[in-house]
């Protein structure tokens, strides 16, 4: 079941350093705020009212939700979210398939869960939870993990398929974590886009990372990879999910350098849709971007 | 059925977390050379976030910003509103009890209690009234703190330069 969704376009994370030239972008169609920051305070930052004036959608996202935690999940985080999703008319929000803390310790990161059917149980049971407690759909993002369960009986594709089967939920795609993974724990990112169910694609993360001891750090805070540029294209050539965004979190360019960025990832999209067009993909066209 | 696995599974997700911020045994079967990976790039990700949302703490800590974290960082969990600021001023209380503060650190301290408010959803901005009295550490100086709902925080006796 596909839930109707708007057409986005091209967004960012909003980040206050990043405000000018967010500003300064008519294209953009779509922010994402880190929910969690927005839980207690009670006015809109003027520059993301601005944005929102003008029509552009405002997405919270959160982190801490914990959708992937074997405990159970806290109603004051879910309600916290579903009032922030009414304050900022948000079209949906977003969460990730991972866990933040068990025992009472938060670990501030997105921790890989067992992709097994007995967790595969917990996260749906936990999943409809949220679903049923929100004012609006929840969307939900794979995550960028460096380690795995042990007990792993199926591969990411056949756990998203899986999720998707059993939820009403939409995907948050973040191909930077796609390719992060492939590059730390193997596998073909172009394969697992062929076998993920895109017609649930709500939107897209890309971001920028960097290797260290042969390890890829999703850092949110390095130039977007050439790659993950070329993922997007790939992902366009196949479907068009409503929209694409830049998360930069740290080590903040400049706005010509942003600029930069976002245009590769307008033009990727563009030259996606068009391949999609001449090869006449049989997926559905939702919407052409 | 459901609640037999919940409890297996919670147990090695806590067992994992414990691995993680604890420095505890990682369970079977994980690669241990990975999870001590994540292990170290939770205290440096936390490091990073206090000196993006908190500039100033860190430069009055000075040089040994990164060490003294870092000390800190992996005998202190995230605070469960697994946010910076909260982090730091929790920080700012270790380094209290480490060696006798600053005026500096005595004053972000400070200027922290009279702002926010710690609540189990995070962090949120004081309203209404407030006053913070406090002699300096090493000036002996008194500093007052007064917030009203129509001008925010105003502080009296900060010493040149803050």
Known sequence: ?289 | MIATSREAIAKTQADLVRALVHGAAIPAGFDEQRVRAVARSLVNKRRQALARIWPSLVKRVGDSFVAKFTEYGQTHPLPSSANALTDGRAFLAWLAAQEPPTDGLRIEALAYDLRWRETPLGLCRRGGFGIKIARLPQSGKWLLGLRTPWRGDRWWGMPSGD
């Open chain 1, 1 to 289: 079941m596909a839930l109707s969704l708007p057409n986005l376009g091209l967004g960012i994370g909003w980040r206050a350093q990043l405000a000018h030239a967010i500003l300064n972008r008519p294209d953009i169609g779509f922010v994402e705020i880190l929910a969690e920051d927005y839980f207690l305070n009670e006015a809109i930052p003027a520059p993301l009212q601005t944005l929102h004036d003008r029509g552009v959608h405002i997405i919270p996202h959160g982190v801490g939700l914990n959708l992937g935690g074997a405990e159970a999940i806290d109603p004051a985080r879910l309600a916290a979210l579903g009032e922030l999703a009414q304050r900022m008319q948000a079209p949906f929000v977003s969460e990730h398939i991972a866990f933040v803390r068990a025992a009472g310790l938060e670990t501030g990161h997105l921790l890989p869960i067992p992709r097994t059917p007995a967790m595969l149980d917990i996260l749906v049971e936990n999943i409809r939870l949220a679903e049923a407690a929100l004012p609006v759909p929840l969307v939900l993002e794979n995550i960028a993990i460096l380690f795995d369960w042990p007990n792993a009986e199926m591969d990411e594709a056949a756990f998203l398929n899986a999720i998707c089967e059993r939820t009403d939920a939409m995907l948050l795609l973040d191909l930077e974590n796609i390719y992060a993974n492939a590059r730390n724990l193997g596998g073909d990112p172009v394969a697992l886009l062929d076998r993920l169910p895109l017609e649930r694609v709500a939107y897209v993360h890309v971001a920028g990372g960097y290797e260290a001891n042969g390890i890829f750090h999703d850092t949110h805070a390095h130039p977007l990879p050439e790659d993950v540029v070329a993922l997007v294209e790939a992902l366009y050539a196949r479907a068009a999910v409503p929209g694409v965004m830049l998360e930069r979190d740290d080590r903040f360019p400049d706005d010509a350098e942003l600029n930069t960025e976002l245009d590769a990832i307008v033009a990727a999209m563009q030259r996606g849709n068009i391949e999609r067009h001449e090869r006449g993909f049989a997926h559905p066209v939702l919407s052409d971007a």
